[in-house]
Structure formats: C-alpha cells, structure tokens
C-alpha cells in the first residue's frame, strides 16, 4: 500500500496566533498565603526544621526558572515576598543547598477525567564539559558528562505526570515501569506510547498491568514472542497489525505520531536550561524536578 501524503497545518487565525507568542513572555508569579511556610513539629528528636518542604521547593524553583545562584535568589525571592505584603522569613544559602538533596519534589498538575495517553521519552542534559563551539576549535579537554531525563506526560493537557532522572547508561525501556509507577493506581490509563525502543517484554508487561494499550511500533526484524501473558499477547497483536496493514499505516492508525508532542516539551524544557549546574546526583536530581514543576 502506497504511503499517505502527510497534512500541511497551515495558520489561519493569525491575530489569536500573535497574542499567544505575545502571552509567553508575560510574567506572573501568584503566592498562596495559605501555603505552609514554616515547618511543622514531626515528633523527632533533634532540632526541627524551620521551613517546610514546600518553602524549599519554592526558591529552588524561582532559582531553576532564572538561573540564579543561591544567595541571588534569596534576594529575589525577599523581593517578591515584600511587594506580596508577606513578612516571611527567607531560608539562607546554605539551608536551600543542604535540603535540596533529600527533598521530595512534587510535581503539581491538574486532575481531569477520563483515562490518560501517557506520551514517553528521554533526553540528555549535559553535567560537565565545554560548549560546542570551543570542542570544534580546539577540541574536548577533559570528557563531557551527561544525565538523562525520562518524561511522562499527558497528551491532552501536555501537563508532566511523571519524571526520573538517571546516568547517562540507563536505558530508555528500563525506566518506562517507574514512570507508571508514579502514576496513581486510581487513574485509569488508556494508552501509552514510546518509540521502538520500549519494544521489550518488560515495558509491555508493566502497560498490561495498569490495563492499557501499548503504542509501540515493533522492530523491523520482529518475530512473535512465545508466552501467554497479557504483555505478550499485547505485542504479538500490534506485529500481526503492523505485517498487514504496513508500517507508515499502522502508525497513523494506531495514533502513534501523537507521540511528537512530547518531544516538543522536550524542547519547552529544555528552555530552562540545557546544563545541570549541581554535579551531586541528588541537588541534579532535585533541579531537573524544580523545572518540571
């Protein structure tokens, strides 16, 4: 069957087109006088803590999104809180670089009905090493380093429902049953799609487990599993679906290029920033998750 021809997406509004490149650059930072600012008792022995996980999250947040240093960011953040009216206390340099190892970030995001598309991917943001510019001219001193990103994101709200960070060896497929772990057991999941490289026994098991359809195309040289399970079974149809209808037709009928859209929030991402400036596994960890936020 021949290959169909791909859709021209043309403008047509472009009044609505300009105010919305116009609203990206509009800044406006809300701060919840509800939000727990102080840290409350836990029950523990030793001295407690002064500010809550929320308040960390907080300025590191604002330091990630401007690419601050620390002491510059308690200085923004006493600024934001004086024209609020808010007469809290700002945490110090140190306080923000000790806690951003252990904390938990939460990525905050809208709930909606209906089961979710989760969309799958990976990038590279580079830890150590020169500019590209200066290793073409006089080449590479010592080695670059990489950290990788795993997103999940929702294809109708594009909103990041799950995230990990790992070493550049990690593996894409590896990571792809800790991000539907992230997602509650309550929240249906319909569909999730991932390039060929989730095509492993592992990711269509852990799809079949959260009662979903796996959208992954198969290898050209695929052959059918043997096994019974629910993964299995999954797999071998979508191979039989693609040996008859064709690779190019399967996945527009399967929905698969939607899958692009993570890769544009990739690139919103890395907006913020395509360096990780903390070389501690923990603080890089904890900064990739402030930009997810």
């Not at 069957?1 to 919305?20: G, I, S």
């Not at 695929?222 to 690779?247: D, F, Y």
């Not at 996945?251 to 991402?269: A, I, P, Q």
């Amino acid at each position: 069957m021949t290959k169909p021809a791909p859709k021209r997406y043309r403008t047509a509004n472009w009044k609505a087109y300009n105010q919305a490149l116009i609203q990206r650059g509009s800044l406006s930072i809300w701060l919840d006088t509800s939000m727990s600012w102080r840290a409350t008792r836990q029950g523990k022995r030793g001295r407690a803590q002064a500010y809550s996980d929320a308040a960390i999250q907080f300025c590191l947040t604002i330091k990630n999104l401007f690419g601050l240093p620390l002491r510059q960011t308690i200085g923004f953040i006493q600024s934001l809180l004086k024209l609020a009216g808010l007469d809290w206390s700002v945490p110090d340099y140190s306080t923000l670089s000790r806690r951003q190892q252990m904390l938990q970030v939460s990525i905050p995001y809208q709930k909606r009905s209906g089961a979710l598309h989760i969309l799958v991917d990976s990038t590279g943001i580079k830890m150590l090493g020169e500019g590209e510019w200066k290793t073409k001219k006089h080449g590479a001193e010592y080695c670059r380093q990489w950290r990788k990103v795993h997103l999940g994101i929702d294809a109708k709200t594009l909103q990041i429902r799950a995230m990990e960070v790992t070493d550049k060896r990690q593996g894409d497929a590896q990571m792809l049953p800790s991000l539907l772990v992230q997602i509650p057991a309550d929240q249906p999941i319909a569909c999730v799609s991932g390039e060929g490289a989730f095509d492993t026994k592992a990711c269509h098991e852990a799809i079949a487990a959260r009662g979903a359809i796996g959208c992954i195309p198969t290898r050209k040289n695929a052959r059918p599993w043997k096994g019974s399970s629910p993964g299995v079974l999954a797999r071998n149809e979508i191979l039989r679906a693609t040996k008859r209808l064709g690779r190019a037709i399967g996945k527009r009928w399967s929905g698969y290029h939607r899958r692009s859209l993570v890769e544009t929030k990739m690139h919103c991402f890395k907006l913020l920033g395509e360096r990780v400036t903390a070389r501690c596994f923990g603080r890089a960890k904890l900064q990739q998750g402030g930009r997810g936020c």
